[in-house]
């Protein structure tokens, strides 16, 4: 298949905005060795769509386990343009808590671990900003469920 038959089908408006996880989707890659500089090759869609499966092979997503920022105590860490869920994970002593934050407001859900966390979320322009109250060592992952782009 050529990259002008790709390109003709876009053209020619032969779009779909939905496929099965087994579809074979095109994809035009560069490559020096072709004038257009483009070759086409096939993917599937289940390939394409970041995540993990579970044991019954349903997808998982949201894994910020290599995401990992570095907070120092008293510091702080900003989520822009959110509202939703927080999911604060400290790397070191495996410590989790779960956050909801909207209409300017925060609240703690649960947490694991040792002590009730003094840490805080609270909001910050069209966001919201976490702080390190607890002393906790680090790194962190902030992983986060957006329903809204502000606070």
């Known amino acids: 298949m050529d990259i002008l038959n790709f390109i003709s089908w876009i053209k020619g408006k032969r779009l779909v905005t939905s496929v099965s996880d087994d579809a074979l989707v095109p994809v035009g ?35 910020s386990s290599n995401n990992t920022v570095n907070v120092a105590p008293g510091g702080t860490h900003d989520i822009p343009n959110f509202s939703g869920m927080l999911i604060v994970n400290d790397h070191y002593s495996g410590r989790v808590e779960t956050w909801i934050a909207g209409s300017g ?30 002393n906790l ?10 329903t809204r782009n502000s606070a």
């Open 137 to 146: 060592n680090g790194p962190f992952t902030f992983t986060v469920i957006k």
């Open 29 to 63: 890659i560069r490559t020096p060795q072709r004038d257009d500089k483009y070759t086409t090759v096939a993917i599937k869609k289940s390939d394409l769509i970041p995540g993990y499966l579970d044991n019954n092979g349903n997808y998982i997503s949201g894994d």
């Open 105 to 134: 407001d925060s609240a703690l859900l649960g947490y694991t671990g040792i002590g009730t966390p003094t840490s805080t979320v609270t909001q910050n322009g069209n966001g919201y900003q976490w702080t390190n109250n607890n």
